[in-house]
C-alpha cells in the first residue's frame, strides 16, 4: 500500500512540476523544435565516443555512423533529421513497453506484487539481485524482471504471448514492426545467463511461463527492428496518455502510463539511471542496439538512434542530444522559475 501512494506522488508531483515548467515557459513552436533538433544533429554528429555493443556478436556489425533524431508532438506532429530510416534492434528499450502492456493488461498493483518496481542498485544483468531479494522486489527495466515481464503477458502459448508483444508494440509504434532475424539468431544463440536468470526466478516462485520459452519471446522481443522516428512516436504515445497521436488509436489507458513513467525515470538507463534524470529530468529508456527513447509528458516522444554505447551500455550521441533538446525547449519539468 506504501509503495502505491509513494509512485502515485511522484507521479502527482512530476505532472505538477512539468505543467508549472510548461506554463512558464510558453508553447513549444515548430520552429524552436526544428531548430532544437538542427542544432543537436550539427552539434553532435561528429562525435567519435563510444563503441558499438559487442558482447551480441550481431551488433557490432551494426553501422556505427547511424544517427537518427525524431520528435512527435502529444499531438501527432512529426519533426526529423539525420538517418531516421535505418532501423537498429530495439533491445532494452522493448522491456518499458512490455511493462506497460502487463500493467495495462493486469493493473498496476500486480506489477508491483508479482515483479516489484525498485531500482536493484546492481548491474542489469545481475543474478546477485535475484538471490539478494529471493526474486522479489526487482523492476521490469533490467533483465530479470522483464524475463518476469514477459511471461507475465497473455497468451494461450509461447507464439500467441509473442504475436500479442509483437502487435502491442506495432501499436505503439503506429506501424507494423517486424523481427531481426540476425540479431534474434544471435542472441538467442547465446542467452544461456538469461536462462538461468529465467530458472532461478522460477525456483523463487516469480516466473509465470515456461522459463525457456519465455527468454526465448523476451529474445524476440529485444530483435524487434526500429528507427529513430518509430522510437519517437512511441514515446509520443506515452507523452499523449496512451493513445497514439499519429493513428489516434488507445494503446494503453492513461492510468497504465502513469505507472509506466516512474518507472523509467528510476531504472530507464541502465546503471546510469540517476545521473540521466538528474541530468535530464525524463523518463527514459535506452537499449544496447543504440535507441533511446524519452518522454516529456504531454509534450513529445524523442527517438535519437546512433549505436555506439558508453561504458553504461547508453548511446553516447542519443543521450547528448536529447539533452541538449531538453535544455534549448526548456523542458525540463525541474525548472521552476520562482514566483
Same mark, same amino acid.
Request: glycine share 8%; aromatic share 8%; with cysteine.
Given at each position: 500500500?506504501?509503495?502505491?501512494y509513494?509512485?502515485?506522488l511522484?507521479?502527482?508531483?512530476?505532472?505538477?512540476?512539468?505543467?508549472?515548467?510548461t506554463?512558464?515557459?510558453?508553447?513549444?513552436?515548430?520552429?524552436?523544435?526544428?531548430?532544437?533538433?538542427?542544432?543537436?544533429?550539427?552539434?553532435?554528429?561528429?562525435?567519435?565516443?563510444g563503441?558499438?555493443?559487442?558482447?551480441i556478436?550481431?551488433?557490432?556489425?551494426v553501422?556505427?555512423?547511424?544517427?537518427?533524431?525524431?520528435?512527435?508532438?502529444?499531438?501527432?506532429?512529426?519533426?526529423?533529421?539525420?538517418?531516421?530510416?535505418?532501423?537498429?534492434?530495439?533491445?532494452?528499450?522493448?522491456?518499458?513497453?512490455?511493462?506497460?502492456?502487463?500493467?495495462?493488461?493486469?493493473?498496476?498493483?500486480?506489477?508491483?506484487?508479482?515483479?516489484?518496481?525498485?531500482?536493484?542498485?546492481?548491474?542489469?544483468?545481475?543474478?546477485?539481485?535475484?538471490?539478494?531479494?529471493?526474486?522479489?522486489?526487482?523492476?521490469?527495466?533490467?533483465n530479470?524482471?522483464? &524475463?518476469? @515481464? /514477459?511471461?507475465?503477458?497473455?497468451g494461450?502459448?509461447?507464439?500467441?504471448?509473442?504475436? #500479442?508483444i $509483437?502487435?502491442?508494440? *506495432?501499436?505503439?509504434?503506429?506501424?507494423?514492426?517486424?523481427?531481426?532475424?540476425?540479431v534474434?539468431?544471435?542472441?538467442a544463440?547465446?542467452?544461456?545467463?538469461?536462462?538461468a536468470?529465467?530458472?532461478?526466478?522460477?525456483?523463487?516462485?516469480?516466473?509465470?511461463?515456461?522459463?525457456?520459452?519465455?527468454?526465448?519471446?523476451?529474445?524476440?522481443?529485444?530483435?524487434?527492428?526500429?528507427?529513430?522516428?518509430?522510437l519517437?512516436?512511441?514515446?509520443?504515445?506515452?507523452?499523449?496518455?496512451?493513445?497514439n497521436?499519429?493513428?489516434?488509436?488507445?494503446?494503453?489507458?492513461?492510468?497504465?502510463?502513469?505507472?509506466?513513467?516512474? &518507472?523509467? @525515470? /528510476?531504472a530507464?538507463?541502465?546503471?546510469?539511471?540517476?545521473?540521466?534524470y538528474?541530468? #535530464?529530468? $525524463?523518463?527514459?529508456? *535506452?537499449?544496447?542496439?543504440g535507441?533511446?527513447?524519452?518522454?516529456?509528458?504531454?509534450?513529445?516522444?524523442?527517438?535519437?538512434?546512433?549505436?555506439?554505447?558508453?561504458?553504461?551500455?547508453?548511446?553516447?550521441?542519443?543521450?547528448l542530444?536529447?539533452?541538449?533538446?531538453?535544455?534549448?525547449?526548456?523542458?525540463?519539468?525541474?525548472?521552476?522559475?520562482?514566483?
Amino acid at each position: 500500500m506504501y509503495k502505491t501512494y509513494f509512485v502515485y506522488l511522484l507521479t502527482l508531483l512530476f505532472t505538477l512540476q512539468f505543467t508549472s515548467a510548461t506554463a512558464q515557459g510558453g508553447e513549444l513552436s515548430p520552429e524552436k523544435i526544428r531548430a532544437a533538433l538542427d542544432e543537436a544533429y550539427t552539434k553532435y554528429k561528429d562525435v567519435k565516443e563510444g563503441k558499438n555493443a559487442d558482447y551480441i556478436k550481431e551488433l557490432a556489425n551494426v553501422d556505427s555512423k547511424i544517427f537518427g533524431i525524431a520528435l512527435v508532438t502529444a499531438d501527432g506532429e512529426v519533426y526529423t533529421k539525420g538517418d531516421i530510416e535505418s532501423m537498429v534492434s530495439i533491445q532494452s528499450v522493448s522491456k518499458a513497453f512490455v511493462a506497460a502492456q502487463v500493467i495495462d493488461e493486469m493493473g498496476h498493483q500486480a506489477m508491483m506484487d508479482s515483479i516489484g518496481v525498485d531500482a536493484t542498485g546492481m548491474v542489469f544483468n545481475s543474478i546477485v539481485a535475484v538471490e539478494h531479494h529471493r526474486g522479489k522486489e526487482i523492476n521490469p527495466l533490467v533483465n530479470p524482471g522483464a &524475463i518476469a @515481464a /514477459t511471461s507475465l503477458v497473455s497468451g494461450a502459448d509461447s507464439a500467441a504471448i509473442w504475436k #500479442s508483444i $509483437l502487435n502491442k508494440h *506495432s501499436e505503439f509504434a503506429g506501424r507494423e514492426l517486424s523481427l531481426n532475424m540476425p540479431v534474434y539468431i544471435s542472441e538467442a544463440g547465446d542467452n544461456l545467463r538469461n536462462q538461468a536468470i529465467a530458472h532461478l526466478l522460477l525456483a523463487y516462485g516469480r516466473m509465470y511461463f515456461d522459463p525457456v520459452e519465455a527468454t526465448d519471446i523476451y529474445t524476440k522481443q529485444c530483435a524487434i527492428n526500429v528507427s529513430a522516428k518509430d522510437l519517437a512516436v512511441m514515446g509520443a504515445t506515452l507523452a499523449n496518455g496512451g493513445v497514439n497521436p499519429v493513428t489516434k488509436k488507445e494503446v494503453v489507458s492513461a492510468e497504465t502510463v502513469m505507472y509506466t513513467l516512474p &518507472i523509467m @525515470a /528510476t531504472a530507464g538507463l541502465y546503471d546510469d539511471s540517476g545521473i540521466w534524470y538528474y541530468n #535530464s529530468g $525524463l523518463p527514459a529508456k *535506452s537499449g544496447v542496439g543504440g535507441g533511446i527513447v524519452a518522454v516529456c509528458p504531454g509534450k513529445f516522444g524523442i527517438g535519437v538512434v546512433s549505436p555506439p554505447l558508453d561504458a553504461a551500455g547508453n548511446s553516447v550521441k542519443a543521450q547528448l542530444v536529447i539533452k541538449y533538446v531538453v535544455e534549448k525547449l526548456g523542458v525540463n519539468p525541474f525548472m521552476i522559475q520562482p514566483k
